[in-house]
């Protein structure tokens, strides 16, 4: 009888190791999958190691102005972000290369928020469609890092594929109460979200930041017609220049210099300014994650 328990036994162990490595498959699938850090915890697919490698963090915290580890690693480097000012009625192309860090559904989005003194706005561009349009949300009454967000105004509809590895380039406007996002070349598929009055300060981050995503801003300038731009770089409508009101909040459109230059000449054209240099990011090192294989 005792051969026959242990070919019993060793069947019933094949048939356990098989349902472990389909169970694996399938976790891994729908995103349970873990991994220990060599040296370090042991973290889901989703999240970070903190600098001190004694515990896990989710990715969508990192930078996101609350400390998740004791050592306060998620938080370093977070100044660094990519950020213009963006005056009333400027327009900027913003590029961002984007990485894609799941091969399959990523869950992840370029965020573009204007925010102000203590809240942002957001536009997040999370995929696109097979025509080429973004797959866009819009939210509003966001904190600092876009996140904790009051309300979504807006969002896609239908099958939007996941943003693939490469550049996402964008353009941007302020507007008197928007902001309008459009992707390059196509104003035609503009999203807009409302805007306080004090939103001035464009910044552009990961949803989820598995890595410090490269942006470059061009030319934030008055693109509308028939405005110039303040010493400030706000853009106003040229003909409350020299008008004995300061129509720009530095004044700079009644100056001295600027009112002869003005007079001198029956029409002025917007100053060009040169455009910004590419922004990499978070200055701190980039994250540690579990492997996913």
């Not at 019933?12 to 472990?20: D, Q």
């Not at 860090?101 to 097979?130: M, Q, W």
């Not at 934030?220 to 706000?234: H, P």
């Not at 600027?258 to 990499?280: F, G, H, N, R, W």
């Amino acid at each position: 009888m005792r051969p026959t328990v242990a070919v019993h036994h060793s069947v019933n162990m094949a048939r356990l190791l098989v349902l472990s490595v389909l169970l694996c498959a399938v976790a891994a699938q729908i995103g349970v999958h873990a991994a220990v850090v060599q040296d370090g915890p042991w973290c889901t697919m989703n999240e970070l190691v903190c600098g001190d490698r004694k515990e896990c963090y989710r990715a969508v915290r990192r930078c996101d102005g609350k400390r998740d580890c004791r050592d306060g690693s998620d938080e370093l480097g977070c100044d660094g972000i990519p950020s213009a000012a963006l005056p009333v009625n400027a327009t900027v192309l913003v590029q961002a290369q984007y990485t894609k860090h799941f091969s399959y559904s990523d869950d992840n989005s370029v965020e573009l928020l204007l925010c102000g003194t203590d809240s942002c706005n957001r536009v997040a561009v999370f995929g696109h469609y097979l025509d080429g349009r973004l797959g866009t949300s819009t939210w509003t009454g966001c904190n600092l890092s876009g996140k904790e967000c009051a309300r979504q105004e807006s969002g896609s509809h239908g099958y939007v594929y996941d943003l693939p590895s490469g550049e996402v380039a964008v353009e941007v406007q302020r507007r008197a109460s928007e902001l309008a996002v459009w992707r390059q070349g196509h104003p035609e598929d503009v999203v807009t979200v409302p805007i306080e009055e004090n939103f001035g300060k464009l910044t552009v981050r990961l949803f989820q930041m598995w890595n410090n995503m490269p942006v470059q801003f061009t030319g934030a300038s008055c693109g509308a017609a028939g405005q110039l731009e303040c010493s400030s770089g706000q853009c106003v409508d040229a003909a409350a220049f020299c008008n004995a009101v300061a129509d720009c909040e530095d004044g700079s459109d009644e100056g001295a210099d600027t009112c002869e230059a003005v007079l001198a000449t029956t029409t002025q054209a917007p100053t060009t300014p040169e455009p910004t240099t590419t922004t990499a990011g978070p200055t701190s090192p980039e994250p540690t994650f579990a492997p996913s294989d």
